[in-house]
T-cell receptor
Framework: QKEVEQNSGPLSVPEGAIASLNCTYS??????FFWYRQYSGKSPELIMS????GDKEDGRFTAQLNKASQYVSLLIRDSQPSDSATYLC?????????FGTGTRLTIIP | EAQVTQNPRYLITVTGKKLTVTCSQN?????MSWYRQDPGLGLRQIYY???????DKGDVPEGYKVSRKEKRNFPLILESPSPNQTSLYFC????????????FGSGTRLTVV
């Protein structure tokens, strides 16, 4: 079992709709959770962090964390073509930050 | 501007010719790390450093060396590059080990022929 799992996609969402990205992790002791956005050929950019169960909202982005079920999700409301990118989930356990392989999101105009 | 600076952005080299990829951060971060990114494999950690003179292996350290003589700099050294080290490399830094998320450099695309 991979430490951090994401559906690789591609996930296609119409412009203006809600995009939902999911991530599961294996280490129950994980403490910190992050979502990064990566455009093709560019470096990952931190867009959300979440540390406790529940929802955290920042603009059009909402991160959701459920430690009991060991999953993290990212919702993007009012999706824009500029949101087309690969989204990486990252989870910090005791010693290191582990990345998933990413979900490729395409927003269809 | 707070940033992580990597150089070069692109590099083509031949097998066996030693090379160094530089990484510098201006945020006074304690933690620095090198990753390689390959299609289907995601970001894999090569080496990391918790602070000056403290370095440790990540998941894929074979064929690489690092040093941390100063807090701001964390160069990646390939003593004898091989074609399987062709990849996209990222340097990243953080105030602490991962607790606050990483700031990534712009990346170095390395091709070894």
């Amino acid at each position: 079992q991979k430490e951090v799992e994401q559906n690789s996609g591609p996930l296609s969402v119409p412009e203006g709709a809600i995009a939902s990205l999911n991530c599961t992790y294996s280490d129950r002791g994980s403490q910190s959770f992050f979502w990064y956005r990566q455009y093709s050929g560019k470096s990952p950019e931190l867009i959300m962090s979440i540390y406790s169960n529940g929802d955290k909202e920042d603009g059009r982005f909402t991160a959701q964390l459920n430690k009991a079920s060991q999953y993290v999700s990212l919702l993007i409301r009012d999706s824009q073509p500029s949101d087309s990118a690969t989204y990486l989930c990252a989870v910090k356990g005791n010693e290191k930050l582990t990345f998933g392989t990413g979900t490729r999101l395409t927003i269809i105009p | 501007e707070a940033q992580v600076t990597q150089n070069p952005r692109y590099l083509i080299t031949v097998t066996g010719k030693k090379l160094t990829v530089t990484c510098s951060q201006n945020m006074n971060h304690e933690y620095m790390s090198w990753y390689r990114q390959d299609p289907g494999l995601g970001l894999r950690q090569i080496y990391y450093s918790m602070n000056v003179e403290v370095t440790d292996k990540g998941d894929v350290p074979e064929g690489y060396k690092v040093s941390r003589k100063e807090k701001r700099n964390f160069p990646l050294i390939l003593e004898s590059p091989s074609p399987n080290q062709t990849s996209l490399y990222f340097c990243a830094s953080s105030f602490r080990q991962g607790s606050y998320g990483y700031t990534f450099g712009s990346g170095t695309r390395l091709t070894v022929v």
